[in-house]
């Protein structure tokens, strides 16, 4: 079991515990998607295969930062966030460390800036996919342990905290008024180990000041009786493009669905597809096992607890926006193990053909730059690392 992965669905885990349809319209041809309209809603139904499978692409592998031979500046224990600046410097959230380095466009180490502790500044638990460049061209981190967001310059300089009550938004992704995060909360039930979970993705304003909702959902969670398959589908991971619009994946085991909602919350399109689930091997099945009984041990301390986990993986895994006008959506791969295989889709939802990253294996934390892609990979057999690729598509 990859350990980064095992700490993202711990800690996942861990911070949820703390009709009839009317068809009224269709259209679609030999060369695009089937497009229907069901309830008001535009449905993109895309066939078994691509679209446009001739489209040219070229990836190449340029560098990778992240040896255990170069020195312990290029040595990670796990990267909890990446991103890049204008100047096309890297800035690598160290996990663990809570440290932040920077790199040269070529990869050469420049600096180290952040701290772990208490105090102004510093960080605290900060988990994975919490670090992204501002609007403000300020680096924003989500501070777990803090309860808050801290505020960098990029040379390193604290600018401010935005405190919250409870645990910060994750995830978070900056906007033309503030900020957009994921928010999770629980609730008592009355019942011992059993308690209400909300997620919901939230605006906010530059100073945390909530101000709309673009969707939530709630469930119950029993740790004495888990469905690991039926809580997967309700913690959604998201992007958004360049239209403010949000592009949605709920992990699910038995359908292909991509949820798009405008600027305002409202489901605008569901991008579908033609799929076959695909069956975990016994062994990823006895890993995922292990790794489930170990956390309901320590929550449940010494009780029995039933759980099920689902046959099939995870169909659609995380969307990550491309500025030349793309959504990759990342998927498992049939007969292997590792996720480095991507949907490439255009901004209506037609899946026009499929690319892979060789270089990695269970990529993460995309980041685009011109034709420039930065990918955090946590590969089991590896340490963490960040592999730069040149992809130039269509050209």
């Known amino acids: 079991m990859n350990p980064l992965r095992r700490f993202q669905w711990i800690g996942t885990i861990t911070i949820l515990a703390t009709g009839i349809v009317l068809l009224a319209g269709c ?9 229907q309209e069901i309830d008001g809603v535009l449905h993109v139904m895309n066939p078994a295969e691509p679209l446009r499978p001739d489209l040219p692409i070229t990836i190449t592998e340029e ?8 020195g312990e500046e290029y040595l990670f224990a796990g990267i909890a966030g990446m991103d890049v600046d204008p100047a096309g410097n890297i800035y690598i959230l160290v996990l663990q460390d809570d440290i932040i380095r920077v790199y040269n466009p070529d990869g050469t180490y420049q600096r180290t800036f952040a701290r772990q502790g208490q105090g ?8 994975p996919g919490s670090m992204v460049f501002g609007g403000d061209g300020n680096l924003w981190v989500t501070n777990l342990g803090r309860q808050r967001l801290t505020i960098f310059t990029t040379t390193g300089d604290h600018v401010r905290d935005i405190v919250f009550g409870r645990s910060p938004p994750m995830m978070v992704q900056t ?3 503030g900020f ?27 100073d945390g000041d909530s101000i709309g909702t673009l969707f939530d959902d709630s469930f119950i969670l029993d740790y004495r009786n888990m469905a690991i398959e039926g809580m997967e589908s309700k913690v959604p991971v998201y992007t958004q493009d360049d239209q403010g619009r949000i592009w949605q994946c709920r992990p699910r085991t038995d359908a292909y669905e991509v949820n798009v909602f ?12 033609d799929f076959t689930p695909i069956a975990k091997t016994e062994q990823e099945l006895a890993d995922e096992k292990e790794m489930v009984r170990e956390f309901l041990e320590s929550r449940m301390q010494g009780q029995q607890a039933d759980f099920e986990l689902s046959p099939y993986k995870m169909t659609t895994v995380v969307p990550y926006f491309d500025p030349r006008g793309y ?23 037609q899946w026009l053909t499929t690319l892979i990253l060789e270089a990695t294996t269970d990529p993460s934390n995309l980041v685009f730059d011109g034709d420039r892609v930065h990918v955090v990979d946590t590969s089991p057999e590896d340490i963490p690392k960040v592999v730069i ?3 130039i598509i269509g050209k």
């Open 27 to 35: 259209s679609g041809s030999d060369d695009g998607a089937m497009m």
């Open 63 to 70: 560098f990778t930062i992240g040896s255990d031979e170069m």
């Open 120 to 127: 102004p500044g510093e960080l605290y638990f900060v988990p």
């Open 175 to 177: 906007t033309a008024d």
């Open 180 to 206: 957009m995060g994921l928010l999770m909360s629980q609730r008592g039930t009355g019942e011992p180990a059993v308690v209400e979970i909300t997620v919901s993705l939230r605006r906010f304003n530059a």
């Open 262 to 273: 405008n600027s305002t919350g409202s489901l605008e399109r569901v991008v579908e597809k």
């Open 327 to 349: 959504i990759w959506v990342q998927v498992e791969r049939k007969d292997a193990i590792w996720r480095n295989e991507f949907d490439l889709l255009d901004l209506e939802g």
């Open 389 to 391: 690729y040149k992809v």
